[in-house]
């Protein structure tokens, strides 16, 4: 009889891991309908072939803008990534400092909901008389810029710019 059990629980057992392989583990790994699909991106930017410091960095889609700082070697790494596929960029440095001043480690700021809004400020600051642009023209503003760029699945590690 005890034989009979424990082939009968054996059997139970095996079913139900089957049952858990078969229907998977984990929840799913499709992202919300209306949510973006965001990856890591980083590159180097330089204006005449050297590393432009403190510049703003923006990649930006209908739905999703990414922002960065540069730092002294002109590299830079999106807080909280691109969207994946065509992200149209533009780059920032205003005479003066009158930046929008991030944590020099921009990974610190990834859960920051204030990052768009910081990008959205910069734009008006463009428009505003003030600090004099350093960027020229067709890099320096969403709506002037002609640089873009085709962000994939995977992310990108070498997105560089030379202005």
């Not at 005449?48 to 960095?57: C, D, F, I, N, S």
């Not at 990974?107 to 809004?117: H, K």
């Amino acid at each position: 009889m005890k034989g009979w059990r424990l082939q009968r629980m054996t059997w139970v057992v095996l079913f139900g891991l089957n049952g858990m392989f078969v229907s998977g583990c984990g929840g799913s790994t499709d992202i919300p309908k209306g949510s973006v699909k965001k990856v890591p991106v980083s590159g180097v930017v330089t204006m005449g072939g050297k590393p432009l410091a403190g510049a703003e960095v923006y990649f930006f889609t209908e739905k999703f803008t990414g922002f960065a700082k540069t730092n002294d070697e002109g590299k830079y790494m999106l807080a909280q990534g691109a969207a994946t596929g065509l992200n149209k960029v533009y780059v920032s440095k205003l005479e003066g400092g009158a930046t929008a001043s991030l944590a020099a480690d921009p990974t610190s700021v990834l859960d920051d909901p204030t990052q768009s809004m910081i990008a959205n400020q910069s734009q008006s600051r463009n428009k505003r008389k003030g600090p004099k642009q350093l960027i020229p023209p067709e890099f320096n503003s969403e709506q002037t810029s002609k640089l873009t760029i085709d962000v994939p699945e995977k992310g990108v590690k070498d997105a560089n710019f030379n202005l």
